[in-house]
């Protein structure tokens, strides 16, 4: 008795096409949807720097330079001052910008690391009572 084998083994197995199609529209479908949230470059709103100068210069910040020294003494715009001084001084530079419509002001303190920082807390007390928040630190180049 001789057994027959399945017939199968000879049979060709072909490409199949459907699952590859299946494949590719769901690939096409992520490619859609991720061109859904590309935003258009033309549509962003920037201004890029000119060297021209335009209406926007009324808006430019008004910024002041204060140095404190190694031994306490503080200048406002290379000129002496004393504590007293320098609030007053803020305090008509605030109400300055208030009145030209609110133009802020930054003020750049300098001081050394071995500056007594009480005067630097003198300078931003002097600040806080002309009601001045931008302020930035800088330090000395030579370390």
């Known amino acids: 008795m001789k057994r027959h084998r399945d017939t199968h083994q000879d049979a060709e197995v072909g490409f199949q096409i459907a699952p590859m199609i299946d494949v590719v529209f769901v690939i096409m479908l992520f490619f859609m949807v991720q061109a859904g949230d590309r935003q258009v470059e033309t549509e962003l709103k920037m201004k890029l720097p000119s060297t021209e100068p335009s209406d926007d210069m ?15 003494g503080i200048t406002h715009n290379e000129e002496p001052v004393s504590p007293g001084e320098l609030k007053a001084n803020f305090k008509r530079l605030a109400q300055q910008a208030k009145s030209e419509g609110g133009t802020p002001i930054i003020v750049t303190i300098n001081a050394e690391p071995e500056t007594p920082w009480e005067r630097v807390v003198d300078v931003m007390n002097a600040m806080q009572f002309a009601g001045i928040a931008n302020v930035t630190f800088s330090v000395s180049e030579e370390l």
């Open 58 to 72: 009324a808006d430019a910040p008004m910024e002041e330079q204060v140095a404190v020294a190694l031994d306490g």
